[in-house]
């Protein structure tokens, strides 16, 4: 009995993390390192996204992770720019280097949509509404 019960709990550790979910919400971005390394994680422990709100700049790195594991509410708006690099006078001066990896790092998808939208320049460009709900399910 007790190495049934151990092996049950065991398992229940071990698919734990699948059942596990995030929920981003009103997220606007920050340094394209520690997103990246967020979302690979997130990506390899099988949790799956909600995106419930804004994720703007390097927030939309979730896009990285497979689709069937993110939904999309109404709220959900992705916000997409260039790379920049903060060069601690309060300016946001571009970064070719950080634009081109932050591009290549979107799913093809998605680098499809950047390009037929003008490419990843200053301006923001928005994916929202049944636009966004073509790329992600919307959550039940």
Not at 79 to 98: L, V, Y
Request: contains cysteine.
């Amino acid at each position: 009995m007790k190495l049934h019960l151990f092996s049950l709990l065991l398992s229940l550790a071990l698919v734990h993390s699948s059942f596990a979910v995030t929920r981003i919400g009103d997220d606007l971005g920050g340094s394209l390192g520690t997103y990246l390394l967020m979302f690979t994680r997130l990506r390899d422990s099988g949790e799956r996204i909600i995106i419930d709100g804004k994720c703007f700049s390097a927030c939309t790195l979730v896009t990285i992770i497979p689709k069937e594991r993110i939904c999309v509410t109404q709220r959900a708006v992705l916000g997409f720019h260039a790379g920049w690099i903060d060069d601690q006078t309060g300016r946001q001066p571009t970064s070719k280097e950080g634009t081109s990896l932050l591009f290549e790092l979107y799913p093809a998808i998605i680098r499809r949509w950047i390009t037929d939208h003008g490419g990843l320049g200053t301006r923001m460009i928005l994916l929202q509404g049944r636009e966004l709900m073509t790329f992600y399910p919307p959550c039940q």
